[in-house]
């Protein structure tokens, strides 16, 4: 009988003999024996449900966001149609009570019936001035309109009053059809916000958010391209997948962490114009295409992501890469899954902790303070059905996980099941230094920016 690591229920089901067993496994397989989970029970101990709120038919729900301020407690959920019916658009959520969420607004693409394709797949929101604003990522297909929208802005500033919620700018690429996939927002050290997104070519598009939203313009205005590391240049239908961005203390520079075609790679960006590369993680076993690449809040390590049934999540040591001692890594130095037979998804980093969904196991948490010995320490399962019958089998339950950090409250979206909030025992909220690490996380400082970012402007303007 196995069972989920950090669950004392679980484990005492067990007897002397099973304990040994595990004991030997574990010596021989110290990550497998420690990092793979098999569901015993739908959650541990440690992880309470607060609310859960259902939202519409199978495979309707998509990716989705929180607002980190507790005077805004309001969560972001995009609406597809992955399965045989479903909405396009954004759900608008109160989060003010956990445990008895309510939706506020709906906001849809106009004429459902005539669109093509998924619908709203990624959503952000972020503040400029002193407005709130949500982008929502759109991808529809050729035959139907709007197959070159890639995402539209609401100003959500006047929530919770739903009347205020209003349309700003759509952003439109005529020459790279087919949306943005995904998308990531971040404030830069220069004091800019950005959104990145993942187009039809092979490279990230950048577009300047304040621009957009103040009427200075839409276009895209940086591109951090893939390297070319196998030849198959400008071919390529889609460069990245996913990535993240952050600032970098030590160095003073703003990193993007891309994955996709070949591995996954990190440039300096903060010069946009002229973003260059760093390190990468190509060339290794079973990865072709990278999928989500998150870094340690000091970015020596990263969890990796590959979109394949049975793929773990990678861990990889950058710092040989970082420091000039190999040109690209081969090797992560660890891998962690919910549970072999299944993949796992999206995740959100809070050091030690990673948040993962895990879309047929749930909400899974592991612990990576040893990165080359991830822990489980909680979970549970917000899918109990059968496997998906539409397309890829495993591709069903828990889509978007994202925690705020004021409070330590973990929210999730399932592609079936709708919006779960949940705590996690011991974890009342975070911040970086607390961990004697940066604070800095996906969640961004609209007002200030990156921590010392402001200090080294200020010393690059002396000079």
Excluded at 54 to 67: A, F, H, K, Q
Excluded at 171 to 177: F, K
Aim: aromatic fraction near 12%; include cysteine; charged fraction near 20%.
């Amino acid at each position: 009988m196995a069972y989920r690591n950090g669950d004392d229920k679980g484990y005492m089901m067990f007897g002397k003999r099973q304990q040994l067993v595990l004991a030997f496994m574990a010596l021989l397989f110290p990550v497998c024996a420690l990092g793979q989970v098999e569901v015993l029970e739908r959650g541990s101990s440690n992880m309470e449900v607060l609310g859960h709120l259902p939202l519409g038919p199978r495979l309707s729900v998509t990716d989705m966001d929180i607002e980190q301020e507790l005077n805004r407690p309001f969560a972001y959920v995009s609406r597809a149609q992955a399965g045989p019916v479903g909405p396009r658009g954004t759900d608008i959520i109160s989060i003010a009570d956990p445990e008895k969420p309510q939706v506020l607004y709906k906001w849809r693409i106009e004429d459902q019936e005539l669109h093509q394709g998924l619908g709203a797949m990624d959503v952000k929101h972020f503040k400029w001035g002193s407005r709130y604003y949500v982008v929502q990522s759109l991808q529809f297909g050729q035959g139907g309109p709007d197959s070159d929208l890639g995402a539209v802005i609401l100003d959500v500033t006047g929530l919770p009053d739903p009347t205020t919620v209003r349309e700003v700018g759509r952003i439109r690429e005529p020459d790279l059809p087919g949306g943005f996939h995904n998308i990531f927002v971040y404030k830069h050290s220069n004091m800019n916000v950005y959104l990145v997104a993942t187009v039809s070519g092979p490279f990230a598009a950048v577009y300047d958010l304040g621009a957009l939203v103040d009427g200075r313009g839409d276009a895209m205005v940086a591109r951090i391209p893939v390297p070319d590391t196998y030849g198959q240049g400008a071919n390529r239908r889609r460069g990245y997948h996913d990535f993240y961005l952050g600032y970098h203390p030590d160095t003073g520079t703003d990193r993007f962490y891309g994955g996709g075609t070949g591995g996954y790679y990190v440039y300096d960006v903060t010069d946009l114009d002229n973003p260059s590369i760093i390190t990468q993680a190509v060339g290794v076993r079973g990865v072709q295409n990278g999928h989500t690449f998150t870094p340690t809040p000091d970015g020596n390590y990263a969890v990796a992501e590959t979109e394949y049934q049975y793929a773990p999540l990678r861990i990889f040591d950058l710092q040989p890469g970082l420091t000039g001692e190999t040109v690209a890594i081969r090797n992560p130095i660890a891998a962690w899954t919910a549970n072999w037979k299944n993949l796992v998804h999206n995740h959100e980093m809070r050091w030690p902790y990673v948040f993962v969904s895990g879309y047929l196991d749930g909400l899974i948490v592991f612990n990576m303070m040893d990165p080359a010995n991830p822990i489980t320490v909680g979970h549970y399962d917000t899918y109990l059905g059968p496997y998906n019958t539409d397309f890829n089998p495993v591709f069903n339950g828990t889509f978007g996980v994202d925690v705020r950090n004021e409070d330590g409250l973990i929210v999730v979206s399932d592609s079936t099941t709708g919006l779960w909030t949940f705590k996690m025992e011991g974890f009342q909220g975070w911040n970086g230094e607390d961990w004697g690490m940066p604070n800095i996380s996906s969640v961004q400082d609209w007002d200030n920016g990156p921590v010392g970012a402001t200090e080294r402007i200020t010393t690059d303007e002396d000079q």
